[in-house]
């Protein structure tokens, strides 16, 4: 189990690395909080800038894993099955509706 400040140290090593020409996240998570993931994501959207960054996902690619995951320059899926990121999704769509319901 890799947390967000694991991920961040992992991500600033292997950029400051010269030896290391491109990224690879293998995405096999149910999920996590939500607290840090977008500025963790927000991180990884910016390092493609110095590196390329691919994200290889598993079956279990969910929630806040697939949020990370979709940051990235490119993203694998498996066919069998498909990520879902339906809480996020979800209160994201809530929010625009609310928002607009009550501007």
Do not use: N
Request: glycine residues 6%; proline residues 3%; charged residues 20%.
């Amino acid at each position: 189990m890799t947390g967000y400040d694991g991920i961040r140290t992992s991500l600033a090593l292997a950029l400051a690395d010269d030896a290391v020409r491109a990224l690879v996240l293998d995405v096999d998570s149910d999920g996590g909080h939500i607290a840090g993931c977008l500025d963790l994501a927000d991180l990884i959207y910016a390092a493609r800038k110095v590196k390329p960054i691919i994200a290889i996902l598993s079956e279990t690619a969910c929630g806040t894993a697939y949020v990370l995951a979709s940051a990235c320059e490119v993203v694998t899926v498996p066919r069998r099955a498909a990520p879902e990121v339906s809480a996020y999704s979800w209160h994201t769509w809530t929010f625009r509706r609310l928002s607009r319901a009550l501007a």
